[in-house]
């Protein structure tokens, strides 16, 4: 080595750092889930679909529907087409006897495909999502309109909210502006799909039930959760 020259030390200065991503929203991170009904999981075929099960496990959650007239029917993209009908025709499935106090609320992922009103969408005893007139206006009802949503246009996904909280009650479609009312504060014994009286023509994707209320970033989090799966746009 001459004098005056020091030697060169090859070394890799720069450190690789590993950003641990934050865990990707799902139902699960709701608080006190209840039920999810979850897309192309848990259908059981008769004529049309007579059972839908908890995708968390729990026997007394199904959705059930043991009228063949009245079974939804699984579509060739795995939704549940509810078709528009009404009396001993119209499709529903419903949990049976199943208690569910407030505050509760409903994530929704389907479209719309015809248009009757006052049909019921979702709901309990204690609250229900009608199609509230004849142009596609949502209401959340307990006897009558306490708010109403017009905000989802026919024949396009959407994600449906609805936050059954007594005063505090909402309805939205998508991440819009919810509507508001006082749906009252009693406890329901039931979760249906359809109606017992008149379905709308709706196509189902995915439907989650939580025994809390849906804060606005619990909206915004299952929006973006709709949009990765493909149940939004």
């Known amino acids: 080595m001459q004098a005056g020259i020091l030697p060169v030390v090859a070394s890799n200065v720069s450190v690789s750092m590993r950003r641990r991503s934050a865990a990707a929203w799902t139902p699960a991170s709701l608080a006190s889930p209840w039920a999810w009904y979850k897309f192309a999981t848990g259908q059981t075929i008769q004529t049309g679909v007579s059972e839908w099960t908890d995708a968390w496990g729990n026997s007394s959650r199904k959705l059930t529907?043991?009228?063949?007239?009245?079974?939804?029917?699984?579509?060739?993209?795995?939704?549940?087409?509810?078709?528009?009908?009404?009396?001993?025709?119209?499709?529903?499935l419903g949990t049976g006897a199943v208690s569910i106090s407030q505050p509760w609320s409903v994530i929704l992922y389907a479209k719309q495909v015809s248009w009757t009103s006052t049909r019921r969408l979702i709901g309990a005893v204690n609250g229900t999502v009608?199609?509230?007139?004849?142009?596609?206006?949502?209401?959340?009802?307990?006897?009558?309109p306490v708010a109403a949503n017009s905000d989802l246009a026919l024949n396009t996904y959407a994600m449906i909210t609805a936050v059954f909280n007594g005063a505090s009650s909402q309805l939205a479609i998508n991440t819009n502006t919810p509507a508001t009312g006082d749906a009252g504060s009693s406890a329901s014994t039931a979760f249906i799909l359809g109606s017992t009286g008149g379905s709308a023509g709706m196509q189902v994707w995915e439907c989650i039930v939580t025994n809390a209320a849906l804060s606005a970033g619990d909206i915004a989090s299952a929006y973006a959760y709709g949009q990765a799966q493909g149940f939004v746009a």
């Open 130 to 144: 009608f199609q509230h007139s004849a142009t596609p206006t949502l209401a959340l009802i307990t006897g009558s």
């Open 65 to 92: 529907q043991a009228n063949t007239a009245r079974q939804p029917s699984l579509e060739v993209d795995n939704t549940i087409l509810f078709a528009n009908a009404s009396g001993a025709s119209a499709n529903a």
